[in-house]
């Protein structure tokens, strides 16, 4: 059954300012059958995520037959042309960019293939991460560090296809041993947000994982779920502001640390150290 043709395109509202890796658009389509794009050239960098479907492209002389979990690349003043089957068209996800370093970044990539598709098997995080592209630019319009996060969004894009040697290993790699990298990144991303609004469910989201499935590994390694993670880390990051910034009353390291009602980081702050925040505060004064 050929699914209903869809499109859509966002691009950047912020004009480029001459950095190393920018954004220009993205974009994302459940094309028709037999639709074609060139034979002609792009002056940016292009790259495509197949999400389901089949198609073909062609760049250099060289034919490539693709289908869902590959990324094509296509580099400025390449003559190229794609098309989408016939029976199974695809649906893909794209993003275009330039950059003073961006041909560097394409090049290191690049470095280990023989052509300029990547595997990605059956990778969750890459569609993921486009998609966390398109919402970060639609919000740009309304504030630059939603522009500044579409950017680190492509980083993380390049880091994950950088890690993507080849799709056989991909499986067998994730079903094991990846569980403790996992472990990492949400440690990692707890860590660098924890005074932010953190949504466990947006941090797995952005991670391309399952909440219960993010939260049961986490346990596994570490004893405790997420939610309680972060907490403990608000508190100890109060704790230690309760030291070190005296200036600073409860309330203002409350929301420093992530709490948005300081009668709740006090109520917590006492379950965890059996005493108020203020009485942790005069004893290390005492001291």
Known sequence: MIRPFT???????????????YILFTGESQTKPRHRIGPKVYDFY????????????????????????????IRPEQLIHY?????????????????SRAEEWVADLLARQERPIIDTGRNRRIPVIYRNI??????????????????????????ELAGEPDAASVGAARAGSDTGALVEQVVRYLSTQYAEPVSIERMAETLGYNRAYISRIFKQ?????PVTF???LRIDKARQLLRE???LTVEQIAASAGFQ???????????????????????????
Do not use: C
């Open 221 to 225: 390694h570490t004893g405790m779920t």
């Open 7 to 21: 499109y859509s395109v966002v691009s950047n509202p912020h004009p480029h300012e001459h950095g190393y890796l």
């Open 230 to 232: 972060l907490l403990k």
């Open 134 to 159: 398109e919402h970060a630019l639609r919000k740009s319009s309304l504030s630059r560090a939603a522009h500044l996060r579409s950017a680190g969004y492509l980083h993380l894009l390049f880091a």
């Open 261 to 287: 009602d300081p009668l709740y980081f006090s109520k917590q702050f006492r379950r965890f150290y059996n005493q108020s925040p203020t009485a942790y505060r005069e004893e290390m004064r005492r001291l």
């Open 83 to 99: 098309e989408a089957d016939q029976h199974d068209p695809w649906h893909y996800r794209w993003i275009a960019f330039e950059g």
């Open 245 to 247: 910034r005296l200036e």
């Open 46 to 73: 292009l790259m495509h995520h197949i999400i389901t479907g089949k198609g073909s492209f062609s760049v250099a002389g060289e034919h490539y037959e693709l289908h869902a979990g590959q990324s094509f690349l």
